[in-house]
């Protein structure tokens, strides 16, 4: 009896969600709000496609110029040797609310050292990361960590 009860309850508790799922069919509104949605996401996917491409195309011109996002670099071709990575130059400027790891990034994108977080660790290790000054600091890859630290912590004017 209470098998049968509980059949029962099952079957009609199917049908009801055949028949909800039915009838909350998307109304006309929902389907044109939808189809706007998708034109809408085809265009911003194609904004997005030229966007990157726009970019790589800038990224393409800046590495050919030898300049950064928020540096100038320069290759000095006087002191180029073969056989040696050559000697690359640059002003990194840092503003106010720019951090170590900020420096440290711009460095390495810079190709000015290897590492950012290895940089960064000795930053820390020496407790100078919190002493990073604003200005524009000359350095080059040349230089070893501890004069970049202390090029970066000199205050400028």
Do not use: C, W
């Not at 809408?40 to 990224?59: G, V």
């Not at 050919?64 to 928020?70: A, G, I, K, P, V």
């Not at 690359?88 to 503003?95: F, R």
């Amino acid at each position: 009896m209470i098998r049968q009860i509980l059949q029962i309850i099952g079957v009609v508790s199917l049908t009801a969600g055949a028949v909800l799922f039915i009838l909350n069919e998307p109304s006309s509104s929902d389907k044109n709000e939808l189809i706007s949605l998708s034109a809408e996401n085809t265009k911003l996917k194609q904004q997005l496609t030229e966007t990157k491409e726009a970019l790589a195309d800038a990224q393409q011109t800046s590495r050919s110029d030898n300049t950064t996002f928020h540096s100038e670099k320069e290759t000095d071709s006087s002191q180029v040797d073969e056989t040696k990575d050559p000697i690359t130059k640059m002003i990194l400027t840092l503003s106010r609310g720019d951090t170590s790891k900020d420096a440290s990034d711009s460095l390495e994108r810079s190709g000015i050292i290897k590492s950012s977080n290895e940089f960064e660790r000795y930053l820390d290790d020496n407790g100078l990361s919190g002493k990073i000054q604003i200005g524009k600091h000359e350095v080059d890859s040349t230089m070893s960590f501890a004069a970049l630290a202390k090029e970066l912590t000199t205050v400028k004017q």
